[in-house]
């Protein structure tokens, strides 16, 4: 008799046929459903997971990067000539010119940096002033993005610009005097008395970090030089890079220009043990997904188990009629399989439609919960961020498969070893 080859007609139709059939033919259609919905709710959860881990990374990334400095300079710590240790720069020009010198570097500035109570309306708070020029913070994305502040920066020069959790804080709008107290004032012969300084706010501004637009006001850098005592110097110097994720091949080139007395640190030593974190946590997330994907694949076992029990006449009329083993094993094959397959599938597409559209769903599950779902004191920034990225869609759509495939083989193949007779006894 001739040979049919794999996968023929007749082996998808008999397993079309098994998968639709009812119970009260002898099919397993609602274990085939259950398989199928939870093969699908895996997917997308893996996906949905991968999506918002990488869009989560992004933004944390994306609001470092566009709000402080890639790379920042210090000075080695020294004795001034009251004894005293200190960090400043006095020839920060200088150093900045050497800096910008450097291949891959995109901007360099001057910065004076001090914590000082900040008042307004009768409330206040604790923030960090950063001294900047007018035209560095213009350079800053996430800063000067007009999208995302108030106010006109262009008269930066006149004021200082705020961050939106501070106004939010002192009721503060532009427009408004913001009272900023330093306890490093001028030294009199009774002691250091604060500095008082009172300034108008020209811009407000939104970064899409919490704990960045809670703490932060930018001050011109010749101001916050006469407010800190800083005559003349800097406490740091803030590099931006045309590639900040490739420090390994600017850092030597900084070091070469910073000298003997300049120190660095990076964006990545100021947030590695977060990314570190982020890291770990991304891995044991897949790790469970993946055993939830594979839990989720072993119903398709038991259905394929129980299919095989209920059609055991029926194999041993196919075996007694002469299709082979290897056809037998393949039409169970092909049952299981397309579960997994269509399983997968439908994950996939509820994974990305997640991932796409999750902005309004978030929407809904907050004004459904009454709000307060996500607390950006906590979490850091203000939405959840999901980024589809299509190599993570293909892992998850890659290890369902695998996974729906290699759990199938075994039953199948249970199938096709049956005897005949004992089939037909006790089918």
Not at 17 to 34: N, P
């Amino acid at each position: 008799m001739a040979q049919t080859p794999p996968f023929s007609r007749f082996e998808w139709m008999i397993a079309w046929r098994y998968l639709r059939a009812r119970r009260a033919e002898g099919g397993v259609s609602v274990m085939t459903w259950i398989s199928l919905v939870g093969i699908a709710l895996a997917v997308f959860a893996l996906i949905a997971t991968l999506a918002v881990r990488s869009g989560f990374r992004a933004e944390f990334v994306d609001t470092i990067l566009g709000a402080n400095a890639h790379v920042t300079y210090y000075n080695i710590t020294r004795l001034n000539d009251a004894g005293e240790p200190e960090r400043l720069i006095p020839d920060y020009l200088e150093v900045a010119e050497r800096l910008r010198a450097v291949p891959g570097v995109t901007r360099v500035a001057p910065l004076v940096k001090g914590q000082v109570l900040a008042g307004g309306r009768g409330r206040n708070a604790g923030v960090q002033v950063y001294g900047m020029a007018a035209e560095d913070l213009a350079s800053l994305p996430r800063i000067a993005d007009p999208e995302m502040g108030t106010g006109d920066l262009a008269r930066y020069g006149e004021g200082v610009s705020i961050g939106a959790g501070v106004a939010r804080m002192l009721g503060l709008l532009p427009g408004d005097q913001i009272k900023l107290i330093s306890p490093d004032g001028a030294k009199t012969p009774f002691g250091t008395s604060p500095r008082v300084g009172v300034y108008e706010v020209v811009h407000v501004f939104s970064a899409g970090r919490y704990d960045i637009d809670s703490t932060r006001v930018y001050m011109p850098f010749a101001e916050a030089q006469l407010f800190f005592n800083r005559d003349g110097m800097a406490d740091e110097i803030e590099i931006m890079l045309a590639d900040p994720e490739d420090l390994a091949a600017v850092m030597p080139d900084l070091w070469r220009a910073a000298g003997n007395d300049g120190l660095f640190q990076t964006w990545q030593d100021a947030s590695g043990a977060f990314l570190r974190a982020l890291a770990v946590e991304d891995n044991v997330m897949f790790v469970l997904l993946s055993v939830l994907v594979l839990i989720a694949a072993m119903n398709i076992v038991s259905g394929l188990i129980m299919l095989v029990k209920n059609k055991q006449g029926d194999i041993g009329i196919l075996r007694t009629i002469g299709l082979s083993e290897g056809a037998v094993l393949r039409v169970f094959f092909i049952c299981g399989a397309s579960v997994g397959v269509i399983g997968t599938l439908a994950g996939v597409v509820l994974g990305c439609l997640f991932a796409l559209y999750i902005d309004p769903i978030f929407a809904l599950v907050n004004g459904l919960s009454g709000g307060g779902v996500w607390d950006p004191s906590i979490r850091g920034i203000y939405y959840l961020p999901a980024q589809l990225h299509w190599d993570d869609v293909l892992t998850a759509m890659g290890l369902s498969l695998f996974l729906s495939f290699v759990v199938t083989i075994f039953p199948a193949r249970r199938a096709a070893r049956m005897n005949p007779v004992e089939a037909l006894r006790h089918g």
